[in-house]
């Protein structure tokens, strides 16, 4: 929705107005704060659950704590402000990798874990 604002408030091109640009990039940025913080909150939590679990593999743990680290940067953008040396950049591409990497993962592990269950205890061979 933020890509559409700024491409709408860009489509004059050269003589777009640099001053409402710059507002519409600020307003499109606060959703992107926001889910930052949310999934911060959700990277930390899975995180220290698995690991102290051991529900998943332990390296999904340390990549949903890098992120929740990498999307709490982001959220401190909120409080620094936003500007062309915002740290902003820097944390939401890492948040976003960990938070995709830790999806697929454990979704593959649970996927297979389900299928292990449905097939039912490997066949004994007879003793004999």
């Known amino acids: 929705m933020a890509l559409v604002s700024v491409a709408s408030a860009t489509s004059a091109g050269a003589e777009a107005d640099p001053v409402a640009i710059r507002a ?4 499109s940025a ?6 930052a913080m949310g999934f911060a909150a959700f990277l930390g ?10 529900s998943f593999p332990r390296w999904t743990g340390v990549v949903a704590l890098v992120g929740a680290v990498a999307f709490l940067i982001t ?29 697929m993962a454990t979704s593959i592990a649970e996927y297979r874990a389900v299928v292990a269950s449905a097939r039912g205890p490997a066949p004994r061979e007879a003793e004999g």
């Open 75 to 103: 959220f401190l953008t909120a409080v620094v402000g936003l500007g062309e040396d915002s740290v902003f950049g820097y944390g939401f591409l890492p948040g976003i990798l960990a938070l995709v990497v830790w999806s």
């Open 30 to 35: 606060g959703r992107y704060l926001v889910a």
């Open 24 to 27: 519409v990039a600020a307003a």
């Open 45 to 54: 939590a899975v995180g220290l659950s698995t690991l102290q679990s051991g």
